[in-house]
């Protein structure tokens, strides 16, 4: 099983290296995602699966797309 992973502007260090098809667990959900990937929960303001907002404790299913990005600020 595996899902497409996009980490957005500051969180683009986590983005793995093979982005179209990161390898899934059964039973894993976004927070877990994040967890795997490295990336700081605190870091994180919103997540999507397949273009819909979705809370980290969404499960992931086989072919998901996942995008997940940081607060940003502006001026």
């Given at each position: 099983?595996?899902?497409?992973?996009?980490?957005?502007?500051t969180?683009?260090?986590?983005q793995?290296?093979?982005?179209?098809?990161?390898?899934?667990?059964?039973?894993?959900?976004?927070?877990?995602?994040?967890?795997?990937?490295?990336?700081?929960p605190?870091?994180?303001?919103?997540?999507?699966?397949?273009?819909?907002?979705?809370?980290v404790?969404?499960?992931l299913?086989?072919?998901?797309?996942?995008?997940?990005?940081?607060a940003?600020?502006?001026?």
């Open positions: 099983m595996s899902i497409t992973v996009k980490c957005y502007a969180l683009s260090a986590y793995p290296e093979n982005p179209e098809s990161f390898p899934l667990t059964a039973g894993e959900t976004v927070a877990s995602l994040i967890d795997r990937l490295g990336i700081d605190d870091e994180v303001k919103i997540t999507f699966v397949n273009s819909r907002s979705v809370a404790e969404t499960p299913h086989d072919g998901d797309r996942v995008g997940i990005f940081p940003v600020g502006g001026g």
